[in-house]
């Protein structure tokens, strides 16, 4: 029910797809316009299309959007220079006006029939209403062939694939790994990117099959798993930015050994990896003390020595990091900095020298 001012009392009643299959294609401010719309129009109260988006408290680009997403989807018409509210499709009318309408996005359309097969669950087939037919069977969903020959054509029209029987292949071992659409969707995207940014040299299914072999590699089969790596790959990018400044060097000059080494504190293979803030502390810490004794700022490899003291003492707070950073036993009340030597002579070793010396001394005398 709606309630809004006035003497109306009359409830406005609407039907479950325009919320179940609608509201995901169109969004809910779509919904709520078309909602109000058809409240005015059952108690008979009029409304400018300003006083609209004011009770809606929706902007005025946002509203016409709205306007624009229901005459596409067949909720509002124009007859006679009149707009006119149409009420929701059957369901099986609106799956497939979905799957004919060519307006409508293939992005779209698949996300629309992911959503019918939790929609057919969900919904029992007694509470469908009685004047619709008996539900679609999967004969109006895309099937699996169907889906691989649209990504073909994507492929071809989007991103200038050149058709050989080497690309066929390529397509068979792609289908085979990537079982998830959003990750195909997601190898579409990244393959129009590259071509846009940075153009490619030839076929560009090359550069494709690249991504899809180090996705298999990182053991990435669904476009959840590649969110995951992707952010714990820009978190590690940040740091590695942040090393550089910290440590003067140029942008993006990192070698992969030192982002092994920087991924070591990050990530190590056995407890908690630090902190970005306190690998610069770190840093600046061991600057401070003027401890490199080369040319030029610190090295990873030297910083490296640092952070393994932080990551021993499972450093998780700033001020902690000067009292860790340069004992490596905590046994010990002597820091170790700078040069340390491996040959120590014991209590008696030292007295034997004396004594020698002393002999030696003597016998000269």
């Keep these: 029910m709606f309630i809004i ?12 797809q325009l919320l179940e ?16 719309l058809k409240h005015c129009i059952d108690n008979k109260k009029s409304i400018s299309i300003k006083d609209l988006y004011l009770q809606l408290q929706m902007r005025e680009s946002t509203g016409k959007t709205s306007l624009n997403l229901l005459k596409k989807y067949k909720l509002l018409d124009k007859e006679e220079n009149k707009l006119v509210l149409k009420e929701p499709m059957a369901t099986d009318q609106f799956i ?17 029939f992911t959503l019918l097969d939790d929609y057919f669950e969900e919904i029992p087939k007694n509470e469908i209403d009685k004047n619709e037919q008996t539900l679609p069977q999967h004969t109006n969903h895309l099937t699996v062939a169907q889906k691989e020959d649209e990504l073909v054509a994507r492929f071809m029209s989007e991103c200038n694939f050149i058709g050989t029987k080497e690309l066929r292949q390529k397509f068979d071992y792609w289908f085979e790994q990537i079982q998830d659409v ?35 590699l ?22 590695y930015r942040m090393v550089e400044k910290e440590l003067n060097k140029d942008y993006d000059s990192l070698t992969p050994e030192e982002r092994t080494m920087v991924n070591s504190w990050i990530s190590p293979e056995n407890g908690e990896g630090l902190k970005e803030d306190i690998i610069k502390e770190g840093i600046k ?23 393994n003291n932080l990551l021993k003492a499972k450093v998780t707070s700033k001020k902690d990091v000067e009292q860790n950073l340069f004992y490596s036993d905590k046994k010990s009340d002597s820091p170790k900095i700078g040069k340390e030597y491996s040959q120590r002579h014991s209590k008696s070793e030292l007295e034997q020298a004396i004594e020698k010396k002393k002999v030696s001394y003597k016998g000269g005398k």
């Design 21 to 36: 299959l609608y509201a995901p294609l169109i969004g809910f401010e779509a919904i709520s316009l078309w909602i109000y």
């Design 182 to 216: 959003e990750l195909m969707e997601e190898l579409i995207r990244r393959t129009k990117k590259k071509i846009q940014f940075s153009g490619i040299r030839g076929c560009p299914s090359n550069y494709t099959d690249k991504i899809v072999k180090d996705w298999q």
């Design 218 to 239: 990182k053991g990435i089969k669904t476009f959840k798993d590649l969110y995951a790596k992707d952010e714990a790959f820009k978190r590690n990018w940040q740091i």
């Design 285 to 307: 810490q061991v600057i401070r003390k003027g401890l490199f004794k080369g040319k030029g700022s610190p090295t990873v490899a030297y910083m490296n020595r640092w952070m």
């Design 5 to 16: 001012e006035g003497n109306v009392k009359k409830d406005t009643i609407v039907k479950h």
């Design 96 to 112: 497939k006006f979905v799957k004919d309408n060519e307006q409508i996005e293939i992005e779209t359309k698949k996300r629309f």
